[in-house]
């Protein structure tokens, strides 16, 4: 026994010190201008590994010139020393036992304008290029399996995270946009491009901040930027198609299905896809998944024009209820001409949805003594069928001016069946009982087309570019309602009072509007430009929703209370100036837009015409200052005028809840917000650390509040009536900060720490009336929403080998109401965290397992929730290539996926549950064929 303990800790002795010795190599040296001497301190200085290019360890040359890495594993490698404006520098080198150590001297580098141009310096590709601002990974330089896709790739970017929805963070940022060779591929969709485009066809993918259409023409930075990655596919994988093919059967009747093909030629592109399943993947882009709506809502937008929208309940999947989804599309572009002078890029798309489900809410009304609670129950079915054709055309007409033409139209069916019954308790005697059906049918048809003309003139800086576009949209509505309503004598428990409504409520909508904006940017000097616009926008519309009482089984008694018919005309003149500079490092722009509307409304069906003229006022103010090519720091300032909507000056009274009401109030005068916004990032690509601060703060003055009136006693009892008017004593406002550090730890690791408040403090009026008018009270309630959370994640993967995420943290959940002096909070203990868990095995086996963790603390008498959701699967690859796939899946599997939502509003504390997917287990199969160029593997 002494022998074999004596025999095991001489092992792993020995195996430790083996460990010690293997990482036991180091690399030293200088490096200094070849012509000048000087020490150029912070070059980047890369051990790369010497057969693939991979980056193995890195460091920054130090203020005296001189940098050393150590706990290098032995091997072959190539030493990259870069530094801006400077030729790269690479030899190769060995560590082995008989050279545990290199001392490269004095590295001499060289100027790129000193070289001469007949020589050519080689070297292999290096892992991460710095072009300005653009950062370059070289997909040669990263290890993927057989098949992966782009994501695949991106995860071994040093900095860059991608979770399982295939969201992708850089630097604390998300990625908004994913082009494939500049252009975009079905819309604006990342995960079109990310999931399905193969790793093996990548060549380089490139990060940067994209600018906006305008700054982009005028080349004055606006500040208004998108994170952005560009795929380049390789030139031998220009041509060829490839796509995916998968389906999969489950439990509980659940089924899912994908198909996906694109054909590439050069420079023109065609793809397909189509998805049909009921597990919750519906195959739609957020973009994608528009709200099916109906007709009949008129808002007064931001830069103060009107238009008449459709209302009603918008229709997309957000978890509640159970999903079919129906989606495909098609996509097509291509370019063509002497230097591109053509361009098009269009696409066709379709989305049927259809969801069913229950919700389950408890609202509490808090009035001071008295406490209303509701209690309802809702069964829904609801669908919508959008069809949507867009095309934008790019003419070069020459190496000045182009034109952008853009034009889509779509087609939108949407059905929304409610079945709901609801209960009031008064301070927990029964109050009220009321019971609905309702059913929404729209049919919805709207086209857009502009036109955007751009010309650079002989001085340089000076532009002139001009916007055209047009939007029709026209609806039509139909409606049913059934509603019965009781109330109760609080004393007795008696019925008071019983009414009954059996209605049908036609509508449609028509809206022609016309815009336009003339731009012209003048420079004043070299680093001061001004930008000056105007612009002409008109609206015409009209909105008709009748309600027909059902008389001797007919519905022909209108009601005039919930009846409207209005026609609307507006004209809104805009203009503008802005002062841009830009000097160096610093970039600051100030100005402002001011809109004059005019507009008519005439409400037909009760006779009454009303006019509103207003001045809207937009101010605007950005300084952005770069420490360096990675390194930003950004401030903005913007303020505009709110002006009330049609809908609360004058609404058309929903009778839907027997016990709600809104009036409208025509004395509402405009509100004016103030927000500020500020950034602050600071990243390092090759070591993948990363800061990023955010930060905002935002006021309002003389706001839109409600002014919530319930009655308490009487016929009306338990009614609601709520109406919006301004404040003055208070000034609403909200705020956020968010601090994230991220880095790259031992092995690889990627850490990040992300610390996070937000607040908002919003006011109501509540008047508590009686029949008695001297009892009547009426105070401004104040309720605030906000929060204080930390987490920290680490994630590593390892191509072949695994894919780790971890991540987690507490929050601190504010909810605060103060009415009448009395404060009653919400507030609640809450953790959320998240583990990912990827893993090959032998034998070309594959096993993922995902949980997410949800915890919200109990409440002011509301119990707390708790939910840990487990999703799992085993998957088997075949052939060469990993074109095929066998996946055994388990979702949810402890079976804990309960809805649940909770809310501070005003002085209501809202709580529902709702059904949604839960435990399934699922067996699906998936091919990938790809015939892409040469060289290419077949199946």
């Known amino acids: 026994m002494k022998f074999l303990t004596y025999t095991i800790v001489s092992l792993l002795l020995l195996l430790s010190f083996s460990s010690k010795a293997q990482n036991a190599f180091s690399v030293k040296g200088a490096v200094v201008d070849t012509t000048a001497a000087a020490k150029l301190h912070n070059a980047s200085v890369l051990v790369l590994r010497a057969k693939d290019s991979v980056m193995v360890k890195f460091t920054r040359v130090s203020q005296d010139g001189n940098f050393a890495i150590s706990n290098i594993p032995g091997g072959k490698y190539l030493l990259l020393v870069t530094y801006p404006e400077y030729a790269d520098y690479t030899e190769s080198f060995s560590l082995d036992a008989t050279a545990p150590a290199k001392d490269f001297g004095r590295i001499g580098m060289v100027l790129k304008a000193k070289l001469l141009q007949d020589i050519v310096i080689k070297g292999k590709a290096t892992a991460i290029k710095i072009k300005g601002d653009t950062t370059v990974f070289n997909a040669a330089a990263f290890v993927v399996q057989p098949n992966a896709k782009v994501e695949d790739l991106m995860k071994q970017f040093p900095g860059v995270t991608v979770d399982k929805d295939g969201k992708i963070s850089a630097n604390g940022k998300t990625v908004e946009k994913v082009l494939l060779g500049g252009e975009e591929f079905f819309g604006d969709d990342p995960t079109l491009v990310t999931k399905n485009i193969r790793a093996d066809m990548v060549k380089e993918v490139q990060m940067f901040e994209k600018k906006s259409d305008q700054a982009a023409f005028t080349g004055i930075d606006d ?11 390789k030139d031998d994988k220009k041509s060829g198609y490839f796509g995916k093919v998968d389906a999969g059967v489950a439990t509980q009747a659940f089924y899912s299905g994908q198909v996906m093909m694109n054909k590439f030629q050069n420079k023109e592109k065609f793809a397909f896809n189509a998805t049909l399943s009921n597990n919750g993947r519906t195959g739609l882009s957020f973009q994608d998944e528009q709200k099916y709506g109906d007709a009949g809502n008129v808002t007064v937008m931001d830069g103060g024009g009107i238009m008449i929208t459709t209302s009603g309940n918008d229709l997309y999947y957000d978890g509640r209820g159970f999903p079919i989804s129906r989606s495909g599309g098609v996509h097509y572009d291509n370019k063509w001409g002497a230097k591109d002078k053509y361009t098009i890029n269009t696409n066709y798309k379709l989305g049927q949805l259809e969801v069913v489900g229950d919700v389950n809410n408890i609202n509490q009304n808090n009035l001071g003594t008295q406490v209303n609670t509701t209690i309802s129950n809702q069964r829904f079915s609801n669908s919508g069928l959008r069809q949507k054709l867009d095309a934008a055309s790019i003419l070069t007409i020459d190496s000045v001016s182009n034109v952008k033409i853009t034009i889509d139209g779509s087609l939108r069916n949407s059905t929304q069946n409610t079945d709901r019954d609801e209960t009031i308790y008064n301070n927990d005697k029964l109050q009220n009982y009321s019971t609905s059906v309702n059913s929404v049918k729209t049919d919805q048809r709207v086209m857009n087309a502009s036109a955007f003309y751009t010309r650079k003139l002989k001085k340089k800086g000076r532009t002139l570019s001009l916007l055209l576009g047009t939007t029709i949209d026209n609806a039509e509505r139909e409606e049913s309602l059934y509603t019965t309503a009781d109330n109760y004598d609080l004393l007795t428990g008696t019925v008071k009072s019983s009414r009954i409504v059996d209605q049908k409520k036609p509508g449609s909508s028509k809206s022609t509007a016309f815009n336009s904006n003339l731009t012209y940017t003048e420079p004043l000097t070299q680093a001061l430009s001004l930008v000056v616009n105007y612009g002409i926008n008109t609206n015409n519309a009209t909105s008709e929703r009748l309600a027909y009482n059902k008389v001797n089984g007919q519905y022909d008694d209108l009601d005039p209370l919930v009846s409207n018919s209005f026609k609307l005309n507006q004209i809104a003149h805009q203009g503008g100036a802005i002062l841009n500079y830009l000097k160096g490092k610093t970039t600051l722009n100030f100005g402002t837009r001011v809109t004059d509307v005019q507009f008519k409304q005439d409400n037909e069906l009760k006779g009454m015409i009303y006019e509103r003229h207003f001045i809207n006022w937009m101010p605007q103010a950005t300084y952005q200052y770069r420490f360096g090519q990675q390194s930003v720091f950004n401030f903005n300032y913007n303020g505009s005028t709110q002006q009330p909507s049609i809908s609360q000056l004058q609404p058309v009274l929903d009778n839907t809840n027997p016990y709600f009401q809104n009036i409208g109030n025509e004395n509402l005068k405009p509100s004016f917000s103030n927000r500020f916004n500020l950034y602050y990032t600071n990243y390092k690509p090759l070591s993948g650390q990363r800061f ?31 109406q919006t008017v301004n404040t003055s004593e208070k000034n609403p406002y909200n705020y956020n900060l968010s601090i994230n550090y991220g880095r790259n730890i031992w092995g690889g690791v990627q850490a990040a720490l992300t610390a996070s408040t937000s607040n908002n403090v919003s006011f109501n009026q509540v008047t508590r009336q009686y029949t008695d008018a001297s009892k009547n009270t009426t105070a401004l309630n104040r309720s605030e929403n906000g929060s204080y959370a930390l987490n920290f994640s680490l994630s590593k993967y390892a191509a072949n080998k695994y894919d780790l995420y971890l991540s987690g943290g507490p929050q601190y959940s504010i909810r605060k109401l103060t009415q009448q002096g009395q404060i009653t909070n919400v507030n609640s203990k809450d953790f959320r965290g998240n583990a990912y868990f990827g893993y090959y095995l032998p034998a070309k086996f594959q096993i993922i397992s995902e949980a997410t963790y949800t915890y919200t603390g109990a409440a002011n008498g509301l119990d707390g929730f708790s939910r840990t959701i487990v999703t799992a699967s085993l998957s088997k690859m075949f052939f060469k290539s990993n074109a095929l796939k066998v996946t055994a899946s388990a979702n949810d599997l402890l079976n804990q996926n ?8 005003g002085n209501q504390i809202n709580q529902n549950t709702f059904t949604t997917i839960k435990r399934y287990f699922m067996l699906s199969v998936s091919w990938d064929f790809n015939k892409m160029g040469a060289g290419t593997p077949k199946q």
């Open 223 to 233: 500040g208004k930027k998108t994170l952005t990655m560009n795929v380049v596919l």
């Open 898 to 905: 309960n809805g649940f939502n909770r809310s501070v509003n």
């Open 692 to 722: 990023y601060v955010s930060g905002g703060y935002a006021f309002t003055t003389n706001a839109f509040v409600s002014n919530t009136t319930n009655i308490l006693d009487g016929v009306d009892q338990g009614k609601t009536i709520s």
